[in-house]
């Protein structure tokens, strides 16, 4: 079964980002690409991959962060067919935020693996434009025209 290095070192080969430096056990791993297309990229043990991002901060206490959560929860609702990745309230101690993550084995192929990624970031850009953040579309400073190629959002 691939390691997430292995995994993530085959996403790098296909959208030409730097070399992966030396990785311990336990590494996670940031993108970040035009647009506040930013993510992570989590080990869950030596089986799975979390992939997570940041779909839009919330006021604490406003009315405005109540309608955002309960838009959110309604139309993810709607959208459960259409979209593999899920949306989570989030708080820490500086903020409140929705996030939008997709657990993926990594036992996948290398390409299957890409795929995952490719819909995770069209969820993400998704769910970033639906909520209101701001236009997202991953127009990053790499050629990504065939990892994204028929971008949906």
Request: net charge negative.
């Amino acid at each position: 079964m691939p390691t997430i290095f292995e995994q993530i070192d085959a996403l790098r080969q296909a959208t030409g980002w730097a070399q992966l430096a030396d990785a311990k056990p336990g590494p996670t791993w940031h993108i970040a690409l035009e647009d506040d297309l930013d993510g992570d990229f989590l080990p869950l043990g030596d089986q799975f991959c979390l992939m997570r991002g940041r779909v839009i901060g919330l006021a604490a206490g406003t009315r405005e962060r109540e309608q955002l959560i309960s838009k959110a929860a309604s139309l993810q609702i709607a959208s459960m067919r259409a979209r593999a990745s899920v949306l989570a309230y989030e708080k820490n101690e500086s903020d409140e935020s929705i996030i939008c993550f997709r657990q993926v084995p990594l036992s996948l192929d290398k390409a299957a693996f890409l795929r995952e990624v490719q819909g995770w970031l069209n969820d993400l850009a998704f769910w970033k434009t639906t909520l209101g953040d701001k236009e997202a579309k991953p127009t990053g400073p790499v050629d990504f025209s065939e990892l994204f190629a028929g971008l949906k959002i």
